[in-house]
């Protein structure tokens, strides 16, 4: 099917769900809604409300971890019940379950129900349509089930706080046979945190997977005449490339949730070897000869594609800030995309480097080195072209642009700290301390986050009608920079001097055992457990950084100045063409496309942009010059 055959057929399916859907009710209007844009902000809204959640988790494991012998003060034990308190509190103290649990909960949080569908979700529904200029996704009931599925998981793990056996406590990464056996006192198994885990997994995998065929198939198909692939916004192309990402690594993720699912409720082997031994109830005898290997293997398969799901999203919302506040095209644009495909495909084959302490040999360990060094450099050369795109250009430091331009050392500085990660011999070191959290941080937090609060600012005009207040955005950046340092460097030096990256009581148990060892700083590690509080404070002060942003973000839909304009920045891409907000069908002329996405600063246009849809001017036939007749001579 053509472009314009398809965005054709988009059109008629589009009215078919649309047509006068001024009248329709609320619920289905708002939310049973088939509206890209809607759905949209509905992932948008719930990723934030589970983003807090998380954020508060991780604010009581860093009180565990700078106070382990003080109780939970009251700012933060009121969030629980006294029943909630008796249960998993220790005379008001955090244990090490509840902080098993918190932990496991964070990570799972924070990555599958806060940033991807935050940034892949949330955005490119409301974005990507806009910039191909077609008036939907490809399948919109499709879409709204992807949604709804992923709502449905999201509640199944948050239930599972609320059960006898708690919510799960085996890290983010499940590893069997440690989840195998989790909540194994429980008699219904479908009752225990650990298996509704793995039934929310389920679902939102799911989502993820229905999500991705729609945007491949969106991209693909319902492209704008005159759209040619090398005049997609950079945005677009990085949508496609994650949406490939989780098309092709989420599946073996799934396969390996529902085999640990069967494991521990049909009395299946996958994951338990045969012998297993544990100190409760000795050998087991259900295991029969399966691998907890092959668990790692399917669970990394996915988690290193994942960390370019949740990047990808966050360095597109950059990439279409940087051109449009600098008022320059941005700066290899080619090259950018040909390093975001290349990054795609390399993403499946560094997994390995997540488990050299497996006891892997040397050619494999040397195939995943070489690999994991070559992946970085894509990333170095979309970070080069971002950075470059700066230089000569006239800034316009708004609020958007101050997070994009963070964004970049930020990401750089998490993007540094991986490479030492990449090499077995010092992998060995640094394993499992908290280097490896303090790297990984960098990326997903100052790195991915900033990227996505860029983009929050940057389209919330265009969403809503109106500015989010300028004062408010300042007071939301500079102390988010600030705290969110003091919170993740402190965790390299820690890491560095080999601090383990699971102790609930912040290491205190290590004190009287760590006099004698020294390590590369010439330290003991008790020598480096001053730092907890430190970080600690960082992390609720960052959380008091985010209350300028909520006021920000709910009061400016009511009292925020209003846009003048469709276009208040502007821009070239072709969600600027749209009205403010877009109606449904987006656009109200025909779209067509006639240059590339970044025309800025151009000598031969009356402005200093030249948008995507705006027809060039054709020159009007010279006139035939007018010739006086010749008298003849006399």
Not at 215 to 235: H, S
Not at 350 to 377: C, D, E, K, N, R
């Amino acid at each position: 099917m053509s472009a314009e055959a398809a965005a054709d057929h988009g059109d008629l399916d589009h009215h078919d769900d649309h047509d006068h859907d001024h009248k329709l009710p609320f619920y289905k209007k708002y939310i049973w809604s088939t509206d890209h844009k809607v759905i949209g902000i509905q992932y948008g809204l719930t990723a934030l409300l589970f983003l807090a959640f998380g954020f508060f988790l991780m604010m009581v494991m860093r009180w565990s971890i700078a106070y382990p012998e003080e109780p939970l003060p009251g700012w933060m034990s009121w969030v629980f019940s006294e029943e909630w308190k008796a249960r998993w509190l220790q005379d008001g103290r955090v244990t090490g379950d509840t902080y098993n649990m918190f932990g496991a909960m964070h990570g799972t949080i924070m990555v599958f129900l806060g940033i991807v569908p935050l940034g892949f979700a949330a955005f490119g529904n409301f974005v990507t349509p806009l910039q191909i200029g077609t008036v939907d996704m490809a399948f919109p009931r499709l879409n709204m089930i992807s949604y709804w599925c992923y709502v449905v998981g999201g509640v199944i793990m948050l239930g599972s706080f609320f059960m006898e056996s708690g919510a799960a406590k085996s890290g983010w990464t499940n590893y069997s046979p440690l989840a195998n056996f989790a909540d194994g006192h429980i008699v219904n198994q479908f009752l225990a945190g650990q298996t509704q885990w793995l039934l929310g997994m389920v679902f939102l995998i799911t989502s993820s997977l229905l999500g991705a065929v729609n945007f491949l198939t969106t991209i693909i198909n319902l492209r704008a005449k005159g759209l040619t692939w090398m005049r997609l916004p950079f945005f677009v192309w990085a949508m496609l490339v994650t949406a490939f990402l989780l098309l092709l690594a989420f599946p073996p993720l799934e396969v390996a949730a529902l085999m640990q699912l069967m494991d521990r409720t049909v009395g299946s082997s996958f994951f338990l070897p045969g012998g297993l031994y544990t100190s409760g109830a000795g050998v087991i005898e259900a295991a029969g000869g399966g691998s907890p290997l092959l668990y790692q293997h399917l669970f990394w398969f996915l988690g290193h594609p994942e960390v370019y799901v949740l990047l990808l999203p966050a360095l597109a919302c950059v990439a279409e800030i940087i051109p449009v506040n600098t008022r320059k095209p941005l700066w290899g644009y080619k090259p950018m995309v040909w390093s975001i495909l290349i990054l795609g495909f390399l993403s499946f084959v560094v997994w390995a480097h997540h488990m050299y302490l497996t006891g892997m040999g040397p050619v494999v360990s040397t195939w995943f080195q070489t690999t994991t060094v070559l992946i970085s450099v894509p990333s170095v050369i979309l970070l080069t072209s971002m950075i470059v795109s700066l230089w000569g250009g006239s800034i316009r430091f708004n609020v958007p642009m101050l997070w994009a331009v963070a964004f970049l050392p930020m990401f750089g500085i998490g993007g540094l700290t991986g490479l030492p990660l990449a090499f077995n011999l010092v992998d060995l070191h640094l394993h499992d301390t908290y280097y490896v959290i303090g790297h990984f941080h960098y990326v997903v937090a100052p790195g991915v986050l900033f990227g996505l609060f860029a983009g929050i600012y940057h389209w919330y005009p265009k969403i809503t009608g109106r500015h989010m207040d300028t004062f408010l955005g300042h007071l939301h950046f500079w102390p988010s920079l600030i705290f969110m340092n003091m919170l993740f460097f402190p965790m390299l030096v820690q890491g560095m001097a080999g601090f383990h990256r699971r102790w609930y009581n912040g290491g205190d148990a290590y004190l009287s055992k760590a006099e004698d060892s020294v390590n590369v700083f010439g330290n003991t590690i008790a020598d480096w457990i001053w730092m907890n509080p430190m970080m600690s404070w960082g992390a609720w002060l960052l959380a008091v950084s985010q209350i300028p942003f909520v006021i920000n973000f709910i009061a400016s839909i009511y009292i925020g100045k209003k846009v003048k304009n469709d276009n208040p920045y502007d821009a070239t891409t072709l969600e600027w063409a749209t009205p403010t907000p877009p109606p449904h069908g987006n656009f109200t002329f025909d779209i067509a496309v006639y240059r590339g996405p970044y025309e800025y600063s151009r000598d031969d246009h009356e402005g200093d942009f030249f948008p995507q849809w705006e027809e060039p001017k054709r020159d009007k036939p010279a006139e035939k010059p007018v010739v006086e007749p010749v008298e003849p001579p006399h």
